[in-house]
């Protein structure tokens, strides 16, 4: 049981250069989202989808866009890296209202 | 919005000794959840409270909802080298709402 997949695990970019972090779940869950985790910061929700065709901003989208065109995947696209996206990626998937989030291992990202 | 105080941000404690943490919130939470994240990998749920007053244990870990559904603590007994990690809480308001509320975590560290 796979859970949820995120691909890659690192990447190092250049400025102005752009890049799709993919996540997939395999547990048929309605609500997907992204975080970025920053040293002292927790986890901040850049943007969340709650079922194919339906996304919504969070906490810091500016800078991503994600689409939903299916319940399995949600991928987050950085159109031009900038230094301040260098960042700890998370996605999570949840089954229901009020029901836990399963996060995927992340993808480390460096932006140079 | 709303905004979880965890506490205390980190502990560094003996092997064997108990440890106990808090988070509170300004508002109230219909759902409580404690994730431990090891290094460089993803958050994993440890203990689902959906009551207020819930009490629930797994292993040596043991959380509770707060009556006022304002706060929700995680005690670990007999700590152990694998404890180390950072503890997230995170609340759900409940209703048609999927978003968690994360607090900023605390690392502990357990010296053998």
């Known amino acids: 049981n796979a859970g949820v997949t995120q691909t890659p695990k690192f990447q190092v970019l250049k400025t102005g250069q752009s890049m799709t972090l993919q996540c997939a779940q395999d547990?048929?869950?309605?609500?997907m989202s992204w975080y970025r985790q920053d040293p002292g910061m927790g986890l901040r929700l850049i943007h969340y989808?709650?079922?194919?065709?339906?996304?919504d901003q969070g906490e810091v989208p500016n800078g991503y866009n994600v689409s939903r065109s299916t319940t399995e995947d949600f991928p987050l696209r950085l159109l031009s890296a900038a230094p301040s996206q260098t960042s700890v990626y998370f996605c999570?998937?949840?089954?229901?209202?009020?029901?836990?989030?399963?996060f995927g291992d992340g993808t480390r990202l460096s932006i140079l | 919005g709303q905004q979880l105080n965890q506490s205390p941000q980190s502990m560094f404690i003996q092997e064997g000794e108990d440890v106990s943490m808090n988070c509170t919130s300004s508002?109230?939470?219909?759902?409580w959840l404690w994730y431990k994240q090891d290094p460089g990998e993803g958050p994993v749920l440890l203990i689902a409270?959906?009551?207020?007053?819930e009490l629930t244990s797994n292993g040596r870990l043991t959380a509770q909802f707060g009556i006022t559904r304002k706060d929700s603590f995680l005690n670990i007994s007999a700590s152990i080298p694998s404890d180390v990690g950072i503890y997230f809480c995170?609340?759900?308001?409940?209703?048609?709402?999927?978003?968690?509320?994360f607090g900023k975590g605390t690392l502990l560290t357990v010296n053998p």
């Open positions: 989808s709650v079922g194919a065709g339906i996304t």
């Open positions: 547990m048929n869950h309605e609500y």
């Open positions: 508002s109230i939470f219909n759902t």
């Open positions: 409270l959906y009551k207020a007053g």
């Open positions: 999570a998937s949840q089954r229901g209202y009020n029901q836990p989030q399963h």
């Open positions: 995170a609340g759900n308001s409940g209703g048609s709402n999927y978003k968690l509320t």
